[in-house]
C-alpha cells in the first residue's frame, strides 16, 4: 500500500544515504575532497587512507548509522501500511528503505552523485534487519582483516557471510532477506571490482589499525 507516510519515507531514506559523510568531514576538518586522492572513493577506507583513523573511524560510524535510521523509519509509516513489526510485511518495507540509503550513498544528491560503495551503509542496513547475521559479518570482516589487512576482502568477504550466515546459521524464513543477502554479494563484487584486480595483482593497498606498517 501506498501512502503519504510510505513515500515521505522513502525520499527521508535516500537524503539519509546521500550524505557524503567523507566529503563534508574531509572538506569540513581538512580542507581535503578524499575523492581527489587515494582510490578516490567517497567511504571509510579511502577516509583511513587519506586522512587517518579517527577520520576514518567517523565516517564509518556515521554511514553504519545511515543505514541503520533509514530501515528504522519504517516503524513510522504505520502498521497499516508495514502490518505488524515481526511481520514478513515489516522486513520488506525495512529492506527497501535500507536499499535506498544505500543507493544515496552510492549516488548522493549532495555531492554530484559520486559516492563511496556503502558496505558501512549496507552494515547498518543489516543491523537494523538482522542483528545476529550483522554480529556474524562483524566477526568475519575482523578475523579476515587481521589475517590479511585488506578492506576490501574484509569487506567482500563479510558481504558473502550475510546470506551464508541468514540460510544456513539462523535459518530465516523471509525470502526477501535471503534474496536481499544475494543482492548484497553482486553488489559487493561489482562495487569492488577495481579492488579484485588489485588484489589479483598483488598491488592493493592495506590497512594498519593497530600498528605501523614496517619500513
Given at each position: 500500500m501506498i501512502s503519504i507516510y510510505s513515500i515521505s519515507a522513502l525520499i527521508a531514506a535516500y537524503l539519509l544515504g546521500s550524505i557524503p559523510t567523507a566529503v563534508w568531514l574531509g572538506q569540513a576538518f581538512y580542507g581535503v575532497d578524499v575523492r581527489e586522492y587515494g582510490s578516490g572513493n567517497a567511504g571509510a577506507t579511502n577516509t583511513f587512507r587519506v586522512l587517518g583513523k579517527k577520520a576514518g573511524i567517523a565516517v564509518m560510524f556515521i554511514d553504519i548509522f545511515k543505514g541503520y535510521t533509514a530501515c528504522k523509519l519504517a516503524y513510522f509509516i504505520g502498521l497499516s501500511v508495514t502490518g505488524p513489526h515481526n511481520s514478513t510485511q515489516f522486513v520488506n518495507y525495512q529492506l527497501a528503505l535500507g536499499v535506498i540509503a544505500v543507493m544515496g550513498h552510492l549516488f548522493p544528491i549532495f555531492a554530484g552523485f559520486r559516492g563511496g560503495k556503502g558496505v558501512a551503509t549496507l552494515f547498518g542496513m543489516i543491523l537494523a534487519v538482522n542483528y545476529q547475521a550483522a554480529m556474524i559479518c562483524v566477526l568475519v570482516f575482523v578475523l579476515v582483516l587481521l589475517a590479511t589487512k585488506y578492506?576490501?576482502?574484509?569487506?567482500?568477504?563479510?558481504?558473502?557471510?550475510?546470506?551464508?550466515?541468514?540460510?544456513?546459521?539462523?535459518?530465516?524464513?523471509?525470502?526477501?532477506?535471503?534474496?536481499?543477502?544475494?543482492?548484497?554479494?553482486?553488489?559487493?563484487?561489482?562495487?569492488?571490482?577495481?579492488?579484485?584486480?588489485?588484489?589479483?595483482?598483488?598491488?592493493?593497498?592495506?590497512?594498519?589499525?593497530?600498528?605501523?606498517?614496517?619500513?
Open positions: 578492506v576490501s576482502l574484509s569487506s567482500i568477504c563479510a558481504g558473502f557471510a550475510f546470506p551464508i550466515s541468514v540460510v544456513f546459521i539462523l535459518q530465516s524464513s523471509i525470502k526477501s532477506e535471503v534474496l536481499y543477502g544475494i543482492c548484497v554479494c553482486l553488489l559487493i563484487l561489482v562495487t569492488h571490482q577495481k579492488n579484485l584486480e588489485r588484489l589479483l595483482k598483488g598491488k592493493e593497498s592495506k590497512v594498519y589499525l593497530f600498528k605501523k606498517k614496517q619500513s
